[in-house]
């Protein structure tokens, strides 16, 4: 009993004034996600209810299954973007089947472990990931400051200094949200002529009902859906798996990502199943999450809970909210979610790094695809690292001249990338008598192996006898099973070690 109590106060909440600060910043967040949410379901061409729903129906669920506290999940742009075409073709329901689909994926994906493939995405690609999308959220609020009055102007001015200012007096209530509830308050009092959430589009009234996709279960509706799915699960945990990585550095803890895998196709299904698009991870709330105060599930629960309530019983009110008082929180998230250390460390970090870090964020912003940005930041890394390791690498010789016996001494690392200088370092006279040295270096891979074949075949059409010598086991195992030159007819004096 006191190891569950122990684990429900780690996880959910371990005193009163740590629940109350999670259920305030679950509030600011609920708040945060209406605007965000009706405009993702326009981009995926249906109606805002299916924005709405899924992301209660996420939120909670996440906070259940989830494997990183604190983080909000709900419906998101990069998928919304993925299911444009399958909802204009098809229609809704069919998106519903996707999203259960993109679910079960996530599921086994959590079962198979692919959450370690984060341990491939550089610290560079994480910075340009956090740096693109802090800049992608500063450019989502443009359209809200266009064609507008002053009035609008000064109430984002209005609601960023409360932001800023309110905690130098007092952090017992989160900032943002007295800036939404101030604003608004203005807002509806002075009947103000600035954009409202109602502008945005139709608030659902009512609770979701439980339901199944009406589709035929075919597998030409599965040959339909799959891509899709596919696409929406891979982009969804990637999106997750790289905010749970930039909450874990916020808050100093970690998380339990293949948990996070799981959790997150167990909320999508529950999604799809109340009527609501799939979804994932979102760092913008994220960080209004935690910058508010927001630590534990609770939090979480609170955000997907609180947004139903909304829906539910305060839809009039919550339509009047102004646009200006999101948008300066939207504003603030953007400031605190970009890392402005990065900006003097392109003078003081190797430049392959700033390399990798700019084009991350450049092709992010170009595309406005997160999976895109990452994938060619990890791609570039990769052929930065191989090429670094590629100079690890030297070969000498002993004597340097002269037609008596010679040793060749190689040193580094050995595969795909270095085999061009492995096979071009050996130059003996014909006939000279060879030992090549490979105490000091790995063969790592078939093309290493390959490559010593090589040099095998040239020395022996040259009549030169040789011997190979020094192997470590991992090197002497692989040279054993796929090596050739040991059938021809060479004396081969592989002394692992």
């Known amino acids: 009993m006191n190891k569950i109590l122990s684990r429900f106060g780690a996880e959910w909440a371990a005193d009163a004034g740590e629940a109350r600060r999670d259920i305030l910043a679950g509030v600011v967040v609920a708040l945060a996600l209406i605007p965000e949410a009706i405009g993702f379901s326009i981009i995926s061409g249906v109606d805002p209810s299916v924005g709405l729903y899924a992301s209660v129906a996420i939120a909670i669920v996440i906070s259940l299954l989830g494997g990183r506290p604190g983080m909000i999940s709900a419906a998101t742009a990069a998928v919304a973007v993925v299911v444009a075409p399958l909802v204009r073709e098809h229609g809704v329901e069919y998106l519903f089947a996707a999203t259960i689909l993109m679910g079960i994926i996530q599921i086994v994906a959590g079962f198979l472990r692919l959450d370690l493939l984060m341990q491939f995405v550089s610290r560079s690609v ?34 960023l200094a409360i932001i800023y200012l309110l905690p130098r007096l007092t952090r017992a209530v989160p900032s943002p949200l007295v800036a939404i509830v101030v604003l608004a308050g203005l807002s509806i009092a002075l009947d103000l002529p600035v954009r409202t959430v109602g502008d945005m589009g139709r608030l659902p009234e009512g609770l979701p009902s439980l339901a199944l996709p009406q589709v035929p ?74 910058t508010s105060g927001g630590r534990k599930r609770l939090s979480t629960f609170t955000a997907g809970a609180f947004l139903m ?61 997160l999976a895109q940005g990452v994938l060619a930041g990890v791609l570039l890394s990769g052929i930065f690292f191989t090429g670094k390791v590629r100079r690890m690498f030297a070969v000498e010789r002993e004597p340097i001249s002269g037609d008596g016996p010679v040793t060749y001494r190689v040193r580094g690392e050995i595969f795909f990338a270095s085999v061009d200088r492995f096979t071009r370092a050996f130059a003996p006279e014909a006939g000279q008598r060879v030992t090549i040295d490979v105490s000091a270096a790995h063969f790592w891979d078939i093309s290493a192996v390959a490559a010593l074949d090589k040099v095998v075949a040239r020395l022996r059409r040259d009549g030169c006898p040789m011997e190979v010598i020094g192997y470590n086991r991992a090197s002497a195992d692989l040279v054993d099973r796929f090596a050739l030159h040991d059938k021809t007819g060479f004396e081969l004096g592989a002394v692992p070690h």
């Open 126 to 159: 994480i910075t340009g990931f956090v740096n693109a999308l802090a800049i992608l959220i500063f450019l989502a609020q443009i359209p809200q400051l266009s064609g507008v009055t002053w009035h609008t102007y000064g109430m984002v001015a209005a609601g």
């Open 217 to 290: 279960f075919t597998l030409e509706m599965l040959r339909i859906i799959l891509p899709f799915s596919l696409t929406m699960a891979a982009v969804g945990l990637l999106e997750s798996m790289m905010t749970a990585q930039i909450v874990d550095d916020m808050t100093d803890t970690e998380s339990d990502k293949r948990r996070e895998c799981a959790g997150q196709g167990g909320a999508n299904i529950a999604a799809a199943l109340v009527g609501g698009m799939g979804g994932c991870a979102m760092i913008g709330q994220s960080v209004i999450n935690v």
């Open 309 to 369: 309530f909304l829906l539910t019983v305060l839809g009039p009110l919550v339509g009047r909210i102004p646009m200006p008082a999101l948008v300066a929180v939207m504003i603030m998230v953007s400031i605190g979610t970009f890392s402005w250390n990065s900006i003097p460390n392109l003078r003081r970090h190797p430049p392959t790094s700033s390399v990798v870090m700019l084009v991350t964020v450049a092709v992010v912003v170009a595309t406005h695809d």
